[in-house]
């Protein structure tokens, strides 16, 4: 409930944003940046819950609704984005891969999901290492950041062009997400998502208002 719905794919798909965004601290960005916090919610309430396993000693409505309230708006907690980046390579399977593999199940794809393929997206515009300004900075450590970077070596932050099919063999990689995320019906629009996100300066901060705004 925790590791695959509640909490933790909400600190992988925004955390990495964050980063490109700016925003050093986690709790922050959500009480300052109104996109940021829909999106958090989303990824939680709208698209989590429903296919969530109740573990029946804890509500999940109950926890989410604490997290929300009491956890994540805790700017003393000095959760950073950058620690939220750590190693997330590692971790999609099981915090993204299984609530997609979830709506295929019981709805067939999970062609309906939005804020879960606007993080993945995000992601990896943050593996290129180039903020919203056009910036770069330093990745979080994480042992596909080299073979990563390999593959997005050619893709240029206001080139939109130089994005062509590099995303394909990480989204389809089963030993990644659990799943082929193409197969589910969300490769594509993590795709496009990702190439809004390259275009320019303002690009992610554009991008993320258009999709949870």
Same mark, same amino acid.
């Given at each position: 409930m925790k590791v695959t719905v509640c909490l933790n794919p909400v600190h992988s798909a925004t955390g990495p944003l964050g980063v490109v965004l700016g925003y050093d601290l986690f709790a922050h960005m959500l009480n300052t940046n109104d996109d940021m916090m829909k999106m958090a919610r989303m990824i939680a309430y709208d698209e989590g819950l429903p296919v969530v396993a109740d573990p029946g000693i804890l509500s999940p409505q109950a926890f989410v609704d604490e997290l929300f309230n009491d956890r994540f708006p805790n700017e003393y907690l000095g959760d950073t984005n950058l620690r939220?980046? /750590?190693?997330v390579s590692q971790m999609v399977g099981i915090? !993204?891969?299984? @609530?997609?593999?979830?709506?295929v199940?019981?709805?067939?794809?999970?062609?309906?999901? @939005?804020?879960?393929p606007l993080g993945i997206a995000g992601w990896l515009r943050?593996?290129?290492? /180039?903020?919203?300004?056009?910036?770069? !900075?330093?990745l979080a450590p994480d042992p596909m950041n080299e073979e990563l970077q390999e593959q997005f070596k050619d893709i240029v932050v206001g080139k939109s062009e130089t994005f062509k099919d590099q995303l394909k063999p990480i989204l389809s990689n089963e030993r990644l997400f659990f799943t082929d995320l193409y197969k589910d019906g969300v490769g594509e629009k993590i795709e496009g998502m !990702?190439?809004?996100?390259i275009a320019g300066p303002g690009a992610v901060r554009e991008t993320i208002h258009?999709? /949870?705004?």
């Amino acid at each position: 409930m925790k590791v695959t719905v509640c909490l933790n794919p909400v600190h992988s798909a925004t955390g990495p944003l964050g980063v490109v965004l700016g925003y050093d601290l986690f709790a922050h960005m959500l009480n300052t940046n109104d996109d940021m916090m829909k999106m958090a919610r989303m990824i939680a309430y709208d698209e989590g819950l429903p296919v969530v396993a109740d573990p029946g000693i804890l509500s999940p409505q109950a926890f989410v609704d604490e997290l929300f309230n009491d956890r994540f708006p805790n700017e003393y907690l000095g959760d950073t984005n950058l620690r939220l980046a /750590v190693d997330v390579s590692q971790m999609v399977g099981i915090r !993204f891969g299984e @609530t997609i593999k979830a709506y295929v199940q019981k709805l067939g794809d999970a062609s309906r999901l @939005t804020a879960i393929p606007l993080g993945i997206a995000g992601w990896l515009r943050y593996m290129l290492g /180039v903020d919203d300004e056009g910036n770069k !900075f330093e990745l979080a450590p994480d042992p596909m950041n080299e073979e990563l970077q390999e593959q997005f070596k050619d893709i240029v932050v206001g080139k939109s062009e130089t994005f062509k099919d590099q995303l394909k063999p990480i989204l389809s990689n089963e030993r990644l997400f659990f799943t082929d995320l193409y197969k589910d019906g969300v490769g594509e629009k993590i795709e496009g998502m !990702f190439r809004e996100m390259i275009a320019g300066p303002g690009a992610v901060r554009e991008t993320i208002h258009k999709y /949870v705004g």
